[in-house]
């Protein structure tokens, strides 16, 4: 269920966040760790194991930056943070199309969009915006209650299949 509330007397609808992308990695990690012990025992080579911790740190820092991507709604309005803390905001009037949509290799290998998404189309006072809501960051239920409330608000919007 997703976060629902009343803030500032409007309703508000915060998607949570799942951890399962971020949970695999660093198991798979220290799984290795305790293979590579009795070798680093035995020969007394620590690269191996200063190798990993260096990929821990690497994905440590590219979740924590990938955790702080937040969606919301408030006041007729989708917002998106990114990793780089910048905010977009969509009002629900503005948008023109809704799809979903999946990354492409240059895409994935660029990491600047979600590989799975429901991506908003705007058409806004400043020019075309987006929004991509992740099918992987965040609970599917609260992606459904987003889309919900959008096709609650834009009837007349197409929605992605099995989404409306």
């Not at 503005?94 to 600047?112: F, M, R, V």
């Amino acid at each position: 269920m997703s976060v629902k509330c009343k803030k500032n007397g409007e309703d508000y609808l915060a998607l949570r966040i799942t951890i399962e992308p971020y949970v695999l990695f660093p198991i798979i990690i220290l799984i290795l760790v305790g293979i590579y012990v009795p070798y680093v025992q035995r020969t007394n080579d620590w690269n191996p194991i200063y190798f990993l911790t260096l990929l821990l740190l690497i994905y440590s820092w590219i979740s924590y930056t990938s955790m702080r991507y937040r969606i919301w709604w408030e006041k007729g309005r989708v917002y998106q943070r990114s990793g780089d803390m910048i905010i977009t905001s969509v009002d629900i009037n503005d948008i023109k199309e809704i799809k979903q949509e999946s990354s492409d290799l240059a895409t994935l290998a660029a990491y600047n969009r979600p590989s799975k998404r429901i991506t908003l189309y705007a058409e806004t006072s400043e020019g075309p915006e987006q929004i991509d809501v992740s099918l992987i960051h965040f609970k599917i239920n609260d992606v459904k209650g987003l889309m919900r409330r959008i096709h609650e608000k834009r009837p007349d919007l197409e929605m992605p299949k099995g989404w409306g």
